[in-house]
Structure formats: C-alpha cells, structure tokens
C-alpha cells in the first residue's frame, strides 16, 4: 500500500517536472514580409520589445514567450501591419505578411524635374518630390490651396498680400517658383508695380496665384524641393508645383464649415 502511494507521489512529481519544462520553454516564430511576388529586404519587425529587420530573403525569426503578442512591421514607402498572434510553447510558428502600398506612393509622377519619360513615384525619383493627393489637402481644414500647401509642405512659404497669397519655395521670391498645371507653364499675375509694398514676400517681383485653380478640379500636386533651371530656366530656381487636374468629369459638392474661437 505504502509503495502504490509512492509511486503516485513519483508520478505526480515528473508529471509537474515535465510541465513545468513544458511553459518554461520559448516560442519560435518565424515569418516572411512580402509585396507582390517580391520579397521586401530590410522591413523592421518589432515584437514585444524585440526588434529585428527582414533579411535578404525577407524572412525573420524570433524566440518569445508563450502567449498572446502584438506583432507591428513596417517599411518605408508601405502601409503598416500590426497584428495579434498567439505563441504556443516550443512550438515554431510561420506567418506570411503581405504590405501594402502607401497611397501617397502609388501616385506616378512623369519627368517632374526630370528629363526622363520613365513613370516613378517619389521615393525613386531622381530629385526630392512631394506628393499630395486631393484628399490630403482635404484633410488639411483649409480655404485656400495656398494655405492647404502651406499647411503640409515645410518648403512652402505663403505671404497673405493684397488681393494675392504668392507661393515662394525655400525663401525665394515667387518669380523663381514654377508653376505647372498638367506639365504646362501656366501663366503669372499680371500687376502693375507701382512702388507700394503689397506684403512681405517678393517686392517688386511677378507673383503667382495658385488659388486661381478650382479645387474641386485638382487630383493632386506635386512639389519639386529642388531647383530646376537648368531644365526648365530661372523661373525653377526655387522649384516646380505641379498641379495634376482630374480627368474625369463628374458633377461634385464640396463645402467647408468654420468658427472663430477665442484667441483666434
């Protein structure tokens, strides 16, 4: 009888042994970060407080606890993924993550600063460019296209003048900003100098009025941060805006609701 209870009592104990091995052991979990067909090297992974990057292969691999975790991936140029996974002990646990494009990226940009007809998006293109969709400007609370483009891009400077808010780029006058509208110059403000100073910006210089396009009309705008005179002349010291139109016609409301508050 007093054997029997030994046994048990042995049992038991490598039964606790063997669990307690069991949840003492880590987690293996492995995965691939892909785009397409393409596997996307250099893609940060962050578990826990572990954080690795995909390799050349886009593969990565951690060993965590057992449990429940949040998995966050991330790359430049692509949309975020954070997701929960569960970790089972000494288990290894493969997940494929599929990113998406930013949509900032998706838009294409053709030979903006560029004598090139190749289509790219404004991480390969060859000079620094801007892109800001219609719903971003959107998103801004602005008016103006001026201020929805002094609001997002830090190049942009607007100086509030009489009948006129010109568009500079890196603090030069508004005459040496090239404004685009579908790859096509268009056309200065017309003002007569008379001496006067109309505001802060450009004394004496030929303005530019960007607020003179619809908005309801414009898909996106494009800012080259970089001079271009030696493509374009020496209205492109400072830089390109160009202004891509919609090309498709459909009937649109667009309305805007404001209110002063104090210390306005």
Request: charged fraction near 20%; aromatic fraction near 8%; include cysteine.
């Amino acid at each position: 009888m007093r054997r029997a209870f030994d046994c048990n009592i042995l049992l038991l104990l490598i039964i606790l042994f063997v669990s307690s091995i069991c949840f003492s052991q880590d987690a293996i979990i492995t995965g691939r970060v892909r785009q397409g067909g393409q596997v996307l090297q250099g893609a940060t992974v962050l578990l826990g407080e572990k954080t690795k990057a995909t390799d050349q292969s886009g593969s990565f691999s951690f060993s965590v606890r057992p449990g429940r975790h949040t998995i966050i991936i991330t790359h430049v140029g692509y949309k975020k993924i954070e997701q929960s996974i569960i970790a089972e002990a000494g288990q290894t646990t493969h997940f494929d993550f599929e990113l998406m494009l930013n949509d900032l990226l998706e838009e294409v940009m053709i030979g903006i600063g560029s004598r090139s007809k190749i289509q790219r998006n404004n991480l390969n293109s060859p000079v620094p460019v801007d892109v800001y969709s219609y719903g971003r400007l959107t998103e801004t609370g602005q008016i103006t296209i001026t201020q929805m483009l002094n609001f997002l891009a830090p190049s942009i400077a607007v100086s509030r003048e009489v009948l006129n808010e010109p568009v500079t780029l890196r603090g030069l006058d508004p005459q040496h900003v090239l404004i685009l509208v579908n790859g096509i110059r268009y056309h200065p403000m017309v003002w007569l100098f008379s001496g006067a100073l109309k505001g802060q910006l450009g004394k004496g210089s030929v303005g530019n009025d960007l607020n003179s396009i619809p908005f309801p009309a414009i898909e996106k705008i494009e800012v080259l941060r970089d001079g271009a005179a030696a493509q374009y002349g020496s209205d492109a010291i400072a830089g390109v805006i160009n202004i891509k139109l919609k090309e498709v016609t459909a009937t649109s409301f667009h309305s805007q609701v404001g209110q002063f508050y104090k210390g306005d």
